[in-house]
């Protein structure tokens, strides 16, 4: 069984009322209920200890999920260094809507990954642009979400190894909304979808993606990364 | 100077008169004068003898832009290795929103090139999203058209090399618009704006990208392409 | 379990003692000895009825094998057009060796597909340059083949969505060996190694990689692929 | 013309007769002569001020050539941040042989640009992979240096947009030499051949190859990068 490590900040939760009536455990707790059926799930958070990502727990992480929006400058680089050396030994990483703005993204990237946005709460459909990969099992030509913050183009990220979804906003915006990547042996995926004060991780065809992509972004054995002196 | 060939199957403009009224000299006429302030152009159509891509004609031909949306069929066998044979040598192609299910873009493609369509006269925004891309050069963040025959994903191509436009559509769409490919030593840029009763080739950003595209795929010298036994 | 069918030309076999004496039941006879383990396996040959590729056969495959070499042109267009279509709704296709030449790859690449050889016997190292692609799985850092055929650069086929293989050859020779593709919702895997003459598909590592390519070109779910007017 | 400023570590050359007897006025006036007669150059090196990178010098810059071996830890993250934002504004950036391991390689891929190497003085050939590319304008089907240091994969990189050469080396390795990437608006090539003690710069088709790629990567004029919050 692929295990999973569900990284939330889990701040706003605990500020805000209004966050806090829609994901009342945290993000990471409505996270962890789309996945735990078939996956074995934990979960870490910004304020524990090493923010929850010791060597031991992240050697144990098949596929890590990354969410944060408002204290990503509070994440230690000594973290960053070991979530970026993971991923690229090929642990899967996730990163979920403003995760992408997130150190580790950040580091895997390149790239500033700035965008623009607008908080309307208009409708969203998440088209699928590559109906034969994996992260799109069992959907429909398109999701649609009632209402959601809009991110637009452009998105300053690399372009994307492949890329599974477009965004169409009700306000005249598109967004590259998953976009997978390869860095070293690791398989990264970046997600659009999600927002502290709309219940998108409520959403079926969402929670679909999430299990698809975890399961895509598992590591495969491989062949050896030996570097260094040759004789 | 970089030699153009422009070529149209010209049917449509001589035998309906709403066409006719906004294309009175064939589209390859208006596509022309977009394009020969800068450039050498010269057009050919359909119904010539060799439909006008002679041997001659497409030796001294830098890019050729295809445009064709009724009798993709009547288009000989030949005159199609001829066109995919030059394009692997370096010559540059651009193909022209229907020119997607002509013969020589399927052929250089492996796929069907099939989509979705509505012929609806709703609003275009072609987004930018590589404004890092010589075909954006000199554009808004996007180019609006206020009415347009909507295409829609899935759009049965390869994974482009590099994407430059999404468009977004009023009706709920949306579209990889502007897509590079290099096959053999050629670079093909498929771009979806034009319609034969919307004047979309008179608005001047779409001349815009129709010109840097031309300059774009122009072909450079590059290094020998020698195959066979090899001693 | 993966329904695979394996394509060979099987003339050679049969025609010359030197071929008969390395692949006495046919090469793919002895590629079916690699798979069928772990595999659902069946045959179908060049003088078989539809080349043994019915649409009933192509319908029941989830990945297909192609091996020819001296009768390329002798496959029907009918049948490269049933191929073809079943790659684009999912099937995987591994092309080996000569079959770079076969029409329905240069049907899907577009290219000429052209490459340098030169019958040598000398070796060959097979370098994985993607040590973290589920295609070399359980590899070493390369696999040596004492006696092959060189294949050299330039190789005609478009950029390849990743490339897993590269060889070197004695003869002071490079090759893009392993090159992944997807069209449609199919993958597609060239594989460089093999011959009629030299026992490569006897070598265990290679015998490996063939399983592991199956198993990643075997079809996923997918999105529903649906085109033409939409209301 | 375009503006190319060219770093150069500039250590080993002052510190070791044998680096000096190849480079007596440094690596970065080599490779400044193999530029200047059709570009406007300028040098910096480690030990100036702010390392010769001042913002000033980076603004009136069109191209980067990026050289370091010894001292890559000495560079200050603030010219590498500053680095970073001129490629993703535009900038382009050559880095050569051994600054693979570079700060700002290493920041803009977000991998640990690892590899295999040995210093045997062997043979190596670059093949020209992508013969339609700028960057092998005028050159051969290969280069040959006879003597070199080996570099061999796997080389911890993104998958390079486009890779232009593959090297082969005399005692059994490749390695992917010339890989083009874009981030943001900036052009990036990593080129392999290079080395403080064979004379690899005074070979004239590398410095056509350097050519090239300054020409290649050079800023266009490209369309608005705007972020952040959108009415």
Redesign the interface.
């Known amino acids: 069984m692929v295990a999973v490590t569900i990284w939330n900040e889990f701040r706003h939760e605990r500020e805000d009322d209004e966050v806090a009536a829609v994901y009342p455990d945290g993000i990471h707790a409505t996270l962890a209920a789309a996945l735990e059926d078939d996956h074995e799930v934990r979960t870490a958070t910004l304020d524990d200890p090493e923010h929850g990502l010791t060597e031991e727990v992240l050697d144990g992480t098949d596929v890590l999920l990354w969410w944060g929006h408002k204290a990503h400058d509070e994440v230690d680089d000594l973290v960053v260094d070991r979530v970026?050396e993971r991923v690229?030994d090929?642990m899967g990483l996730l990163v979920l809507h403003s995760g992408h703005y997130s150190k580790p993204f950040k580091?895997?990237?390149?790239?500033?990954c700035?965008?623009?946005?607008?908080e309307d709460g208009a409708t969203e459909?998440l088209?699928?642009?590559?109906?034969?990969?994996?992260i799109?099992?069992?959907?429909?030509?398109y999701v649609e979400l009632p209402e959601t913050e809009?991110y637009?183009?452009?998105?300053?990220v690399?372009?994307p190894?492949?890329?599974v979804f477009?965004?169409?906003?009700e306000g005249?915006?598109?967004f590259?909304s998953g976009c997978c990547?390869?860095?070293?042996?690791?398989?990264i995926f970046y997600f659009r979808p999600g927002h502290e004060t709309y219940p998108i991780y409520e959403n079926e065809a969402v929670r679909r993606v999430l299990r698809n992509a975890v399961d895509w972004a598992a590591p495969?054995?491989?062949?050896?990364?030996?570097?260094?002196?040759?004789?």
């Not at 088209?127 to 994996?134: L, S």
């Open positions: 970026q690229l090929g580091r895997l990237m390149g790239t500033t700035s965008l623009q946005w607008r459909r088209w699928v642009v590559d109906p034969g990969h994996p799109a099992d069992g959907l429909d030509e809009m637009g183009e452009p998105f300053d690399p372009e190894d492949r890329l477009t965004s169409w906003f005249g915006e598109v590259r990547y390869r860095r070293g042996s690791g398989r495969t054995e491989g062949a050896p990364r030996t570097f260094g002196h040759r004789d």
